[in-house]
C-alpha cells in the first residue's frame, strides 16, 4: 500500500498501476474524489437503479393510498369536486416517491458496500489512520493475479509515494 | 492548461464571425417579414415580437442571474462565465427592441384604454398601478438597473483581467445586492409585461415562474455555446465533461422547478376555484390549447427530466445539446401558452373585444418571423460581445480548480 500526499498523485498512480496491469486495488482518500473511480476501472454500480425503482415504488404506493382512501374505502364530497381529484394526490404523491428514493438510496448504499464493516486489514497499518484526514492511500490487493510480493513493492516505490507499507491481513 | 496566456483565450475569430454574418442574413430576413406584419396585420406583430422578445430577454436576464450566483458561490462552473457575460452585455440591444412593445401597448394591454378601465370596477382600482405612465417609468427602471448591473460586473471583470483584485470582494457585494434587484425587477416585469394582459388575473407565483424560466433558457444557450465552442481551440483544451455535466444537471433542477411552479399555480388555482383565478386555466384547457398544454408538460418537464437524469447523457455535449436545443424551442412554445390565449386569433387582446369571446389554437407565421428577426439580431451582439474578451475569465480566483483534472465544482 502505498501513501500519497494530493488526491492528483494518488490518481495519477492508479493510472499508472492499472496501466501496468493491476486490477485488484482498491483507494482510499478521505473526500470524495470523481477521478478515483474512473481510474480505478470500477464497473457502474447498481444504485442508480435502485434508488430509480424505490422512487417509482414510493410514487405509486403514494398514489395509491390515497386513490384507494379518497375513492374506494372513504370517499367525501370536498366543494363537489370529484372523488378523483388527481392534483390533490400529486404532493403527497411527490413526498412518497422522494421517502421511496431516498430510502432505497440510504439502504443501498449499505446493503452494495457491505456495510458496517468494523475490521478491514488496512487498519493494521498505523499511518492510515491519517486517510480519513489528510493521505491518500493505494492499495494493491494480494489477490490480483500480477500482485509479487516484491516487483509490487518495488513498483509502488516507483510511484514517488510518501511511503509504502505492507498490510498484513 | 497550467499557465493560460491571455492572448490565446479569445474565440476562434473565423468561426465567430461566420456566426455573426449569418446571425445578421436571419435578422434581415425576419426583419423584413416583421416589417411586412407591421404594415398588414399590427395587431399578430406586436403579440408575436412579444412572445419572442420575452425568449431572448429570458436567456440575457438568466445568463445576468447565473453570472451573479456564480460570483456569489465560485467553484468550477466559472469557466462558463464569459458566456454569461456577453449575454448579459446584450441587455441594451434588448432595451432597443423593447420599443416596439411600448408602441403596441394599445393593443397588447387592455388597462391602457380609459373607457375600458372606466367600465371596470377592478380596472378602476387596479389603476393606480396599472397606467401608462406608471407602465414606462417602472420599465425603464428595470432595463436601467439591468443595464448597469451587467455593465459594472463586467467592466470589474475586466480589471480582474488586468491583475487588480481588489474588484473580487467587490463583484461579489455587487452579485448579492443585484441578485436582489434582478428578482424584484423581473418579477415586476413579469407581471408588467405578459401578467397585466389579462388584467383581472393575478398570482403570486408569477414572478417565479418568469425567471425560473430565464434560468432554464440561459443553461440551455451556455450549452449550445459551449458545444460550439468545445470543438475550436480555445475551449476544447478547457472545457471537459465534468463542466458539461455541471451544466445538465442544473438544466434538470430549472426542468424541475419549472413543474413545480406550474403544478403549484394549477393546484392551489384548481384547490381554491375562485371566478378571478379559474378563466386563466379554463382558456388554456379548452378550444384546442389543451393539446399545447399536454404538449409542455410531456416536453417541458416529463421527457427532458427522464432525460437530464441520466449521467452519460449530461457529459456527452453532442448529445446534451440536443435536448437543450430542444428545451429553448419548448421555452418559446410556454412563453406562447402565457401570452396567446389572452387574444383572439386575430390578434386582438380579448379584454378589448367586446363581450370578450374565447379563444381558439391558432399560430401566425409572424410567430416564425418575430423570433428570427429578434434572435438573429440578438445572436449577432451576443457574438460580438463574445468575442471583445478572453473566452476564459483567467484570473478568477476558482479558475485553477476549474481546470484541474481532479476539478470541483
Redesign the interface.
Known amino acids: 500500500m502505498a501513501e500519497f500526499e494530493t488526491p492528483a498523485a494518488l490518481v495519477a498512480a492508479t493510472e499508472q498501476a492499472r496501466l501496468h496491469g493491476y486490477r485488484q486495488m482498491d483507494a482510499y482518500s478521505p473526500m470524495p474524489v470523481e477521478e478515483l473511480s474512473e481510474a480505478l476501472g470500477l464497473r457502474r454500480t447498481r444504485l442508480p437503479r435502485l434508488v430509480l425503482a424505490g422512487g417509482v415504488l414510493g410514487g405509486l404506493a403514494g398514489y395509491g393510498l390515497e386513490y384507494w382512501s379518497q375513492v374506494i374505502t372513504y370517499p367525501l364530497n370536498i366543494g363537489g369536486r370529484p372523488f378523483h381529484s388527481w392534483p390533490h394526490f400529486i404532493p403527497v404523491t411527490f413526498e412518497t416517491t422522494v421517502l421511496g428514493a431516498a430510502l432505497a438510496a440510504f439502504v443501498g448504499m449499505w446493503a452494495l458496500n457491505r456495510l458496517p464493516q468494523p475490521y478491514h486489514p488496512v487498519f493494521n497499518v498505523p499511518a492510515f489512520a491519517r486517510a480519513s484526514v489528510d493521505r491518500f492511500f493505494l492499495c494493491i490487493e494480494a489477490t490480483d493475479p500480477k500482485f509479487d510480493r516484491h516487483a509490487t513493492w518495488k513498483f509502488l516505490e516507483s510511484l514517488h509515494p510518501a511511503g509504502v507499507s505492507e498490510v498484513v491481513a | 492548461m497550467a499557465d493560460p496566456r491571455p492572448d490565446t483565450l479569445f474565440a476562434p475569430a473565423a468561426d465567430v464571425d461566420l456566426a455573426r454574418s449569418r446571425a445578421l442574413r436571419a435578422a434581415a430576413v425576419g426583419l423584413a417579414a416583421c416589417a411586412i406584419g407591421f404594415v398588414i396585420d399590427r395587431d399578430h406583430f406586436y403579440r408575436a415580437w412579444l412572445i419572442a422578445y420575452l425568449l431572448f430577454l429570458g436567456i440575457a436576464l438568466g445568463s445576468m442571474g447565473l453570472l451573479m450566483i456564480q460570483h456569489l458561490s465560485g467553484g468550477a462552473w466559472g469557466v462558463f462565465r464569459r458566456i454569461f457575460e456577453a449575454s448579459s452585455r446584450t441587455l441594451p440591444l434588448l432595451a432597443l427592441l423593447f420599443l416596439p412593445i411600448v408602441l403596441g401597448m394599445g393593443t397588447l394591454y387592455s388597462w391602457t384604454h380609459a373607457d375600458r378601465v372606466q367600465a371596470d370596477e377592478v380596472l378602476r382600482h387596479k389603476a393606480a398601478y396599472l397606467n401608462t405612465g406608471f407602465f414606462l417609468l417602472r420599465a425603464f427602471v428595470y432595463f436601467a438597473g439591468w443595464i448597469l448591473i451587467a455593465w459594472t460586473m463586467t467592466r470589474w471583470s475586466r480589471r480582474q483581467d488586468e491583475g487588480d483584485m481588489s474588484v473580487n470582494l467587490r463583484l461579489q457585494y455587487l452579485a448579492g445586492g443585484g441578485i436582489v434587484f434582478y428578482t424584484f425587477a423581473a418579477t415586476f416585469a413579469g407581471i408588467d409585461w405578459v401578467m397585466s394582459i389579462n388584467p383581472h388575473w393575478f398570482s403570486t407565483l408569477f414572478g417565479f415562474m418568469f425567471i425560473g424560466g430565464h434560468g432554464l433558457a440561459a443553461l440551455s444557450f451556455t450549452i449550445v455555446v459551449s458545444t460550439f465552442l468545445v470543438r475550436r481551440a480555445p475551449m476544447e483544451h478547457v472545457l471537459r465533461p465534468?463542466h458539461f455535466h455541471d451544466l445538465g444537471k442544473l438544466s434538470l433542477a430549472f426542468v424541475m422547478l419549472w413543474a413545480y411552479f406550474n403544478?403549484s399555480q394549477?393546484?392551489l388555482v384548481?384547490?381554491a376555484?375562485l371566478v378571478e383565478e379559474v378563466p386563466y386555466f379554463i382558456a388554456r384547457i379548452s378550444h384546442g390549447w389543451q393539446y399545447l398544454a399536454l404538449f409542455l408538460v410531456l416536453f417541458q418537464f416529463a421527457v427532458p427530466f427522464l432525460l437530464l437524469?441520466q449521467?452519460d447523457l449530461k457529459r456527452m455535449p453532442y448529445r446534451l445539446v440536443w435536448v437543450s436545443l430542444a428545451l429553448l424551442v419548448v421555452r418559446y412554445v410556454d412563453l406562447f401558452m402565457l401570452v396567446s390565449p389572452e387574444f383572439a386569433p386575430t390578434g386582438a387582446n380579448l379584454h378589448l373585444l367586446a363581450g370578450e369571446p374565447e379563444s381558439r389554437l391558432f399560430v401566425h407565421w409572424l410567430d416564425l418571423a418575430a423570433p428570427l428577426a429578434i434572435g438573429g439580431l440578438w445572436l449577432w451582439m451576443f457574438f460580438t460581445q463574445l468575442a471583445q474578451r478572453p473566452l476564459v475569465a483567467f484570473a478568477d480566483p476558482y479558475l485553477r480548480d476549474a481546470l484541474?483534472?481532479?476539478g470541483g465544482h
Open positions: 465534468s403544478f394549477y393546484m384548481y384547490a376555484n437524469l449521467r484541474e483534472t481532479t
